[in-house]
């Protein structure tokens, strides 16, 4: 089944390239490279060079993943990737996600992330500013 | 905390060697490979050459990958890596994991993966014998 | 230096996107990676779905690789991979690679592909039409 | 064919375990994880934590890779990989490497390995001590 809507529930969409390396003696690509698909998504919207997420002397910390497989991944071909906000904590962001190929769905995520103090290691609350960037990522 | 005796919650364990390669530019293994040292727990479990657990014809899918992480993986080094059956379905197998660096806990996990017919790719019923061989990895 | 005239020089350019995962500790593209570049645009180009070089029956194996490394690679950012053919004998490609970033070379390499015979594993001759479109490819 | 002599050859030898991630769906080990395996035997005998080969505020970049292919690696198994120094210049070592897998070679290489300054990005120099250590490691 494709189905281009999924893209008006996500804010962002990213994609990746699969690689020959992707895939596995099963002939697909390899079930741990959707956590990589995952990351490509997450990393270009926490840490975009242009507009980072994260305050200085603080970075993000994955607590949680949680990935529903639904359908395989081949090579040759592309990886979309949408992402939005689902939950803006005191520190923490639960960010879902949605990984297609030719506009069918073969996995969605939700991922926890907490901002901590790159020091002392313990959770540091977000500014208000990225709070509000935050919430403008959440979905329809 | 390093305390060595989570070896006796697991039924099977095993071992990554961490690879240079494993590490990105935060310094600590990349979060996504967490995802390929769980891969290495349960294939050697499903598919061990000597015992599969799988029938003729037929193959496991991923349909469900839980991780909580809690510390970072470090280059170098080992990742141990433990494996239990929590749950035995009709065709489904709920299936616990921890993984260890120097006894340390840096993260567990949850899989479900069903047996599917390799033609229909439908959900197929685990044999008795398997149900047997699965029901005597549960944990203490 | 950065000088986009190098397009010219290789008749096939790719491109992979850099993943997060690809850096390693040292903060650049973890030297291996290059060779996944580099294997991204052989196989584009020997097994194109729509052209692929090989005969039925037959399959291209790596009998050696050359990599001069020049400069880094860094995350967020594409490689651009040119590739083009340097010499067609009996049975066997050399091709010549080169790696991209920001129209700054990051390395050039050369590889050796033969085409065996998939049973007998013993080379196999390239048919004259595979030879006219290698020809075909070769650089200016 | 499989003979273990040919440990003696290399002063150092250590392995890597073959990871299911590392097969692609030609069955095998994809051969640029082959990169992986000999940056194993390079990182754990030039960065070895317990006496490392460079010096203060200096570090090693690879000039040069060339790889011979000989056979396939499978999965699961482990991947031995010899390392020896083969010649050590004024800044620059040479080092041979062999993979096997059951003492079946898969693959040979030779890196060429430069010390730079961390800060100018010009070669600098290997002190005495490390030349002494270096020449050890010489094969037979």
């Known amino acids: 089944m494709s189905d281009p809507s999924w893209r008006a529930a996500y804010p962002r969409v990213t994609f990746d390239k699969v690689r ?26 926490l840490y975009d060079p242009e507009s980072p997420m994260y305050e200085d ?3 993000f910390v994955i607590v949680s993943l949680k990935v529903h497989l639904e359908d395989e991944i081949h090579w040759p071909g592309r990886v979309e990737i949408g992402t939005r906000v689902a939950r803006v904590g005191t520190s923490s962001i639960t960010i879902e996600q949605g990984l297609f190929q030719d506009d069918r769905r073969a996995a ?3 991922t926890v992330v907490v901002q901590i ?12 500013g ?11």
């Open 130 to 140: 990225t709070v509000a960037r935050l919430e403008a990522l959440k979905g329809p």
């Open 117 to 128: 103090d790159g020091k002392t290691r313990k959770s540091a609350p977000l500014s208000r």
């Open 57 to 59: 002397g603080t970075e």
């Open 20 to 45: 020959y390396a992707d895939t596995d003696r099963q002939g697909h690509v390899n079930n741990a490279v959707f956590s990589t698909y995952l990351e490509t998504g997450r990393v270009e919207f």
């Open 108 to 110: 969605t995520a939700e």
